[in-house]
């Protein structure tokens, strides 16, 4: 239920060393007992001889624990009622961590939030997560519909000579809503991964020139990429040629790079150096 806000009053509270006794130490010198006068610069006033000292944080003894200063807000609603007071708060801290658990014919997709409280106090979290000094994990995020896909790829730098190489595990996710950006952790088989090479998957690129001269070059590439597993893959290959990018993908979007099988593409690029830039048009196919 929502209550129109008549007016509201936001006061500053001072700590509560006002008019309270204190003890005042200093090197070689016995306690003196004080007053605090004025909390702000610590004006103390010595109870034997009621005459006035400033004095330092660190040379003060309290005999209660002093409260921190604080903000007192005061609300006048229009009409009476119970009502929440939501407000945000500084020194909490989260962050999202994800996990991705594949298996050979399924995967699961885990949500979970980091919390730190870097406060002097205990909070307490409405989904029953603890929020003390130190960093919990609570699974607050919960999203439906996610798809994880599992598929090789490499982006290659356009380069003038013959190469050998491996592709890299790739994972891309979706999601039908939003997730923030946060760190993920792959698990696949029991096993945990961070990407890198797939030692299965791997690529021969051949570069033949066509012809050459000062302001041009026509190179013919060769590209074949080998799968050496025992099941199918997707693939993805991307080649950056300056600022200009190309991807070679499969004709149809669910074909895959068979077990054992190997893919041969061939395409042409032509570059056309004009005002020191480079003009990439070309022309690819796949056998």
């Not at 919990?136 to 050998?164: C, D, H, M, V």
């Not at 998957?201 to 033949?208: E, L, N, P, Q, S």
């Not at 200009?244 to 593409?265: C, D, G």
């Amino acid at each position: 239920m929502y209550f129109r806000l008549n007016r509201h009053n936001s006061v500053t509270k001072a700590n509560n060393l006002e008019n309270l006794t204190v003890f005042l130490r200093r090197p070689r010198e016995e306690p003196i007992e004080c007053l605090v006068i004025r909390p702000n610069d610590l004006l103390l006033k010595d109870v034997k001889t009621g005459r006035f000292i400033h004095a330092q944080h660190d040379e003060l003894e309290y005999v209660h624990i002093p409260e921190e200063e604080d903000q007192e807000v005061t609300f006048a609603l229009k009409q009476p009622g119970e009502a929440t007071l939501s407000y945000l708060i500084h020194g909490i801290r989260w962050s999202p961590r994800y996990n991705l658990i594949v298996e050979s014919d399924d995967h699961q997709f885990e949500a979970w939030a980091d919390m730190t409280n870097n406060t002097k106090r205990e909070f307490r979290c409405l989904e029953e997560c603890c929020c003390s000094s130190a960093s919990q994990s609570t699974p607050t995020i919960e999203s439906e519909g996610e798809l994880a896909e599992k598929y090789s790829g490499l982006q290659y730098y356009f380069q003038e000579r013959t190469e050998k190489g491996k592709f890299q595990r790739k994972y891309r996710i979706e999601s039908d809503k939003f997730l923030p950006k946060g760190t993920v952790t792959i698990r696949e088989d029991g096993r945990d991964l961070d990407g890198g090479n797939d030692p299965d998957v791997k690529y021969t690129r051949g570069v033949k020139i066509l012809s050459q001269k000062h302001d041009l070059a026509l190179y013919l590439i060769n590209l074949t990429i080998q799968n050496s597993k025992t099941q199918p893959i997707k693939y993805e290959y991307k080649e950056i040629i300056s600022s200009v990018k190309f991807a070679i993908t499969p004709k149809n979007n669910n074909e895959q790079l068979k077990a054992n099988h190997e893919q041969i593409f061939q395409y042409e690029v032509l570059l056309e150096y004009k005002n020191n830039q480079e003009q990439c048009p070309t022309v690819y196919q796949n056998d």
